[in-house]
């Protein structure tokens, strides 16, 4: 279903060089996951997959069309990156239909069916700006996954959920890869890593350090 390529991408910020050199393939059907400390790079690789920021040097391509010049975004693509935000006035479901009215490729039933699998109400009625850490969290991973994109990239997506929201994350994870997403997945927690991703990359200083891929070895 997709595919990236990520060759030799670097990417400088007022002389700070905060990608440096990497060269990734990633394939549909797959959990990657990218480890690391704050800083290390991880959420700002992201950022060069999806498009939201320009690499200094070298080229991205999805499914073969280059970002930044055969294209803008990735043509298929949800996205969890740092903390979620929508609308303050409107509920949770109003703020995901708004979002699924850009493109109007799902209804309302698919809607309905995305807000309970992350565990929210659908008849809620709550305005976004009372919602708690947790259901701002559980609402951004609907947005990710409620289209079913080719392409599923969360940026710690466990934050500031309890237990049952990890294992909720967990199982929508593994449900992206089911169907054949490809998911990118960054996450503090080398544990939730080693459980869900098929193969693991280190960052540090904008460079992915391991020279060996970590893999589980299992699908």
Same mark, same amino acid.
């Given at each position: 279903m997709a595919r990236i390529e990520i060759i030799d991408v670097c990417k400088t910020i007022k002389r700070? =060089?905060? /990608?440096? %050199?990497i060269n990734l393939t990633l394939e549909s059907g797959k959990i990657f996951g990218l480890k690391g400390i704050n800083g290390s790079g991880k959420t700002m690789l992201m950022r060069l997959i999806t498009g939201l920021i320009r690499p200094t040097k070298g080229r991205i391509r999805i499914d073969g069309k280059e970002l930044? *010049?055969? /294209? +803008?975004?990735?043509? +298929?693509?949800?996205?969890l990156l740092e903390n979620p935000a929508f609308l303050d006035s409107c509920s949770g479901t109003e703020n995901l239909r708004i979002l699924a009215a850009i493109k109007a490729n799902i209804d309302n039933a698919r809607i309905d069916e =995305? @807000? &309970?699998l992350v565990g929210l109400s $659908? %008849?809620? !009625? #709550? !305005?976004? !700006? #009372?919602? +708690?850490? %947790?259901? #701002?969290? &559980?609402?951004? @991973?609907?947005?990710? $996954?409620?289209? +079913?994109?080719? /392409?599923v990239i969360l940026d710690e997506p466990t934050n500031s959920l309890d237990s049952d929201g990890v294992e909720m994350v *967990?199982?929508?994870? &593994?449900?992206? !890869?089911q169907r054949g997403a490809l998911v990118i997945l960054a996450c503090h927690d080398f544990e939730i890593l080693q459980e869900l991703a098929d193969e693991i990359y280190t960052m540090e200083s904008g460079r992915i350090t391991n020279a060996a891929i970590e893999e589980r070895g299992i699908s």
């Open positions: 700070n =060089t905060v /990608i440096d %050199g930044w *010049k055969d /294209i +803008s975004f990735p043509e +298929s693509v949800g996205l =995305t @807000i &309970r $659908v %008849g809620d !009625k #709550k !305005k976004y !700006k #009372k919602y +708690s850490l %947790g259901m #701002k969290q &559980r609402l951004g @991973i609907a947005a990710a $996954v409620m289209e +079913s994109p080719d /392409i *967990k199982q929508v994870v &593994r449900a992206e !890869k």
